[in-house]
Nanobody
Framework: QVQLVESGGGLVQPGGSLRLSCAAS????????LAWYRQAPGKQRDFVAFIDRSEATDYTDYADSVKGRFFISRDRVQNTVYLQMNNLKPEDTAVYYC?????????WGRGTQVTVSS
């Protein structure tokens, strides 16, 4: 059974940092490109970042709105994908989810809430 469990969210002031974690089940941790998405109140869920399944390259890509501030990484031993978020802005406030790329409906978890506010 595929499981993706997000954690690490919280309340942070503008300019602060958070690191999100996504614990992935063995069945997909090494075989799929994994991505972070986010959904702000009243808006659609959007792509944030992804990391390729290839251990040789670990290619990454980001939404323009987070480039240079957010960094995705992957621990293949721990079956975990991380999202380091720096210089957070109020517009980063959202529920953050991880999923494969492209996302599968059955893989959506509960997400983790990130709130950026002074």
């Amino acid at each position: 059974q595929v499981q993706l469990v997000e954690s690490g969210g919280g309340l942070v002031q503008p300019g602060g940092s958070l690191r999100l974690s996504c614990a992935a089940s063995d069945s997909i941790s090494s075989s799929a490109a994994l991505a972070w998405y986010r959904q702000a109140p009243g808006k659609q869920r959007d792509f944030v970042a992804f990391i390729d399944r290839s251990e040789a390259t670990d290619y990454t890509d980001y939404a323009d709105s987070v480039k240079g501030r957010f960094f995705i990484s992957r621990d293949r031993v721990q079956n975990t994908v991380y999202l380091q978020m720096n210089n957070l802005k109020p517009e980063d406030t959202a529920v953050y989810y991880c999923n494969v790329l492209p996302p599968l409906d059955s893989y959506w978890g509960r997400g983790t809430q990130v709130t950026v506010s002074s």
